[in-house]
């Protein structure tokens, strides 16, 4: 969200009117949404879907399994040369049995990876100003931040108003009118 953009809030009390009026600003061309929401909903979340791209974690499972398998192989197989047992005419370095402690090593250090990964990826904190948050959102409301500039403020207005919104705050003000 820009430093010099305006932010309007509209406060719903049924989901089914946030998402029209979401759909809404998408086809008017607005693209600095933000929904506030008590609990995780998936029609919301296809409605603000713009086509991202897949999430980057299945690299970071890939990369961290290929290198389990060979920290996996390669303590194996330093720990046998380094320690031989020499028995009949076997070889010192024999692969069989050391899949099992490579598939381990594979699964521990690409499932670490993959936490990584997704603690990484999440994005968990957006930083909202806590004047544009209402603690309503946390309960039973659910609300639409959107960024806009200064003369498109009247048409955000009117799209919310016009959608059934039951309070619309300016810049974290209420607009009474």
């Given at each position: 969200m820009?430093?010099?953009?305006?932010?309007?809030?509209g406060?719903y009390?049924?989901?089914?009117?946030l998402v029209?009026?979401?759909?809404?600003?998408?086809?008017?061309g607005?693209e600095?949404?933000?929904?506030?929401?008590?609990?995780?909903n998936?029609?919301?979340e296809?409605?603000?879907?713009t086509?991202?791209?897949p999430?980057?974690v299945?690299?970071?499972?890939?990369?961290?399994?290929?290198?389990?398998?060979l920290?996996g192989?390669?303590f194996?197989i330093?720990t046998?040369l380094?320690?031989?047992?020499v028995?009949?005419a076997?070889?010192?370095?024999?692969?069989?049995?050391?899949m099992?402690i490579v598939?381990e090593?594979m699964i521990?250090?690409?499932g670490?990876?993959?936490?990584?990964g997704?603690?990484?990826n999440a994005?968990?904190?957006?930083d909202t100003?806590p004047e544009?948050y209402?603690?309503?959102?946390?309960?039973?409301k659910?609300g639409?931040l959107?960024?806009?500039?200064?003369?498109?403020?009247?048409?955000?207005?009117?799209?919310?108003?016009?959608m059934?919104?039951e309070e619309?705050?300016?810049n974290?003000?209420?607009?009474?009118?």
């Amino acid at each position: 969200m820009n430093k010099d953009s305006q932010h309007i809030m509209g406060i719903y009390s049924y989901v089914d009117l946030l998402v029209d009026s979401v759909k809404k600003l998408r086809s008017s061309g607005f693209e600095e949404i933000r929904v506030f929401s008590p609990a995780p909903n998936h029609e919301i979340e296809d409605c603000l879907d713009t086509g991202k791209e897949p999430s980057k974690v299945k690299y970071f499972t890939f990369c961290g399994a290929i290198l389990g398998a060979l920290v996996g192989l390669a303590f194996t197989i330093f720990t046998s040369l380094d320690w031989p047992i020499v028995t009949s005419a076997k070889p010192i370095v024999s692969l069989p049995p050391y899949m099992i402690i490579v598939f381990e090593c594979m699964i521990l250090i690409g499932g670490l990876s993959t936490f990584l990964g997704l603690l990484i990826n999440a994005r968990l904190r957006k930083d909202t100003p806590p004047e544009l948050y209402d603690e309503r959102f946390s309960d039973d409301k659910f609300g639409i931040l959107v960024s806009c500039s200064a003369d498109q403020l009247e048409q955000v207005e009117n799209i919310l108003r016009d959608m059934g919104s039951e309070e619309i705050q300016i810049n974290g003000v209420k607009n009474e009118e």
